[in-house]
């Protein structure tokens, strides 16, 4: 009876796994972009999030148009402090017309997936920029406020220090003065 | 003492104090051990503060475990552990009543923990670093790989590692106190002191000193080089770099050793070379490694080691000269002393604002010359408050014995 009841318990498990991984395998959000004569989707299966790994599929928007993507780069775009960060890109095992991508964007704000495109129209290199978003941002004056709070404390201690100071120097000039009459 | 104070026979209590000593010297032993490891952590998070640095502006900081943050965060996070269970170790022999573990060998944080004031100290320090590192990584992906030293958790990370340092140098300074007690203990009764174990608790404790040295002059790593009062302009590189005479003076007075000033800046020296020369060849193996190109503003020297200064054992020759006339004089005056160690402090002042020009850049010689003599009485100025606080600082040291 136990077993027949862990053996429920395991398939309703498994059940959940699956529904939630099938639920995994529409992107979250898609994108168009145009790189010369190509026209492309991307399709973001996790949203471009700074320190968390991008995953996206990249294609071409023409139906049985087949191109190849190579020498692929994230790159920050003007007023993003970064450098240039390595992008892993594979066609997928499954559909070979579209490109698995995985990046790590170490850096909040735009950039530029640099690529060359190789088609039926040629060869092309160009951007498609994609936005990361980062973590809520916190007023400059409380980043200082809390990255000054070791400041507080060395006081604290400077001023227990100051005091533990004069109470010891007292101590020890009592002890001398009671030296000789031991 | 003992004998006059209970109501011991003397064979008693002459062996009740000689188990005394040997308790209390197993217990400074152990410290001791702990406080040298720990010493040597010190070295690895300088060493990987400086990788750091350099890594940052030759390849960039493209994620939070590069190699120098492993290096550096594992120091840290050891440092720590060791620190937490001193506390925790020492605050249970407390309780058992464990020989040499009492009220006068630990101070009490928080009416439940009983161990020595440096392992309390630096542990908390290290806790504030480790505090400052999800933050600063929180500003890096906000604000990019070139945030500046001065942003708000690279100032917090600085202050914690001067907080945890400081702990260190109580380390060593109570371990000082204690041997100090124990030689004169041994002198008046008449058995041979260790001398040797003094000398080397001192060596510990002037390399503790000059290790405050590389951490605290990063600060000094700003784009702001200068600034206006009035229609003077100074050079802020002389005013940080005065720092040193604080470091220079305290070892003086902590030890009570004259020569430990000269000491102290060659220990400096050696670090400051050391840094010099594997830095480089450190962040050249492992972007190699990694295959990491070097950025076209990458700097052809040592970041950290062009704000430290290059001269300065002729400031630790100043100060231990300062000492030597003071003992000359015979003059040991409370507020002699005091005034020695302004003096001192002055002196470092002038030194490393005549000899120190790592903000020179490329300014015109006029402006150069204008600025730099200009410096010269600011920097003397607040080399006679860093001695001042220095003097205070080093009695505290001296006192301490927990």
């Given at each position: 009876m136990r077993s027949v009841k862990n053996l429920a318990i395991i398939l309703l498990l498994l059940f959940l796994v699956a529904a939630f991984t099938a639920a995994g395998s529409s992107p979250l959000a898609t994108q168009d972009a145009q790189v010369g004569p190509y026209r492309l989707l991307l399709s973001f299966y996790s949203l471009p999030r700074v320190g968390q790994q991008l995953n996206m599929t990249i294609q071409s928007k023409i139906p049985g148009q087949q191109v190849q993507f190579s020498q692929v780069v994230l790159n920050p775009a003007p007023g993003t402090d970064a450098n240039t960060v390595r992008v892993s890109i594979n066609p997928d095992a499954d559909n070979p017309a579209v490109y698995d991508v995985y990046v790590t964007p170490p850096v909040r704000g735009p950039w530029l997936l640099h690529l060359t495109i190789k088609g039926s129209t040629g060869s092309v290199t160009g951007n498609i920029p994609i936005s990361v978003a980062g973590p809520p941002v916190i007023p400059t004056w409380l980043g200082w406020l809390i990255g000054l709070l070791p400041l507080p404390l060395l006081i604290a201690f400077i001023w227990l220090q100051v005091n533990w100071r004069k109470a010891r120097r007292e101590q020890v000039k009592q002890e001398a003065l009671q030296k000789p009459s031991l | 003492m003992f004998f006059a104070s209970t109501n011991l026979t003397p064979a008693l209590a002459a062996s009740r104090d000689v188990s005394q000593l040997e308790a209390d010297r197993r217990e400074s032993r152990l410290r001791l051990s702990v406080a040298i490891i720990m010493l040597l952590g010190v070295f690895e998070l300088i060493f990987g503060m400086a990788w750091d640095g350099q890594w940052h502006a030759a390849v960039g900081r493209d994620r939070f475990l590069t190699p120098p943050h492993v290096m550096m965060y594992s120091a840290v996070a050891i440092e720590g552990l060791l620190c937490l269970g001193m506390v925790l170790a020492e605050t249970l022999r407390y309780r058992r009543g464990v020989p040499g573990v009492n009220d006068q060998t630990t101070s009490k944080v928080l009416g439940i923990f009983h161990a020595p004031l440096g392992f309390i100290v630096t542990g908390i320090g290290m806790f504030l670093i480790l505090l400052s590192a999800p933050l600063d990584n929180y500003w890096h992906t906000l604000y990019?790989?070139?945030?500046?030293?001065?942003a708000p958790f690279h100032i917090m990370a600085l202050l914690s590692g001067l907080i945890a340092f400081l702990g260190i140098v109580y380390l060593f300074g109570s371990e000082a106190t204690r041997a100090r007690q124990r030689n004169a203990n041994k002198e008046a009764e008449r058995v041979a002191p260790g001398r040797w174990r003094n000398t080397l608790v001192d060596f510990l404790l002037i390399v503790s000193l000059a290790v405050l040295l590389p951490i605290a002059l990063v600060t000094a790593l700003d784009d702001v080089q200068f600034f206006q009062l009035g229609p003077i302009q100074f050079a802020i590189y002389p005013l940080v770099a005065t720092l040193s005479a604080f470091v220079l003076v305290a070892s003086v007075r902590a030890t009570g050793r004259i020569g430990a000033a000269t000491l102290t800046a060659l220990i400096f020296t050696l670090i400051r070379l050391g840094l010099n020369y594997s830095i480089m060849p450190a962040v050249a193996i492992l972007a190699q490694q990694e295959q990491l190109f070097y950025r076209a503003s990458a700097p052809h020297d040592v970041v950290f080691v062009s704000v430290y200064p290059a001269f300065l054992i002729v400031g630790g020759l100043l100060v231990d000269g300062v000492y030597l006339l003071l003992t000359r004089l015979r003059s040991n005056r409370s507020w002699q002393t005091t005034a020695a160690a302004m003096l001192a402090g002055a002196l470092v002042g002038l030194s490393i604002a005549l000899l120190e020009t790592p903000w020179k850049g490329d300014i015109d010689a006029v402006s150069f010359t204008s600025v730099w003599l200009a410096s010269v009485p600011l920097a003397m100025l607040v080399g006679v408050c860093w001695g001042w606080l220095a003097d205070r600082f080093a009695i505290s040291v001296r006192l301490l014995d927990r």
């Open positions: - | 990019g790989i070139d945030v500046t030293v001065w």
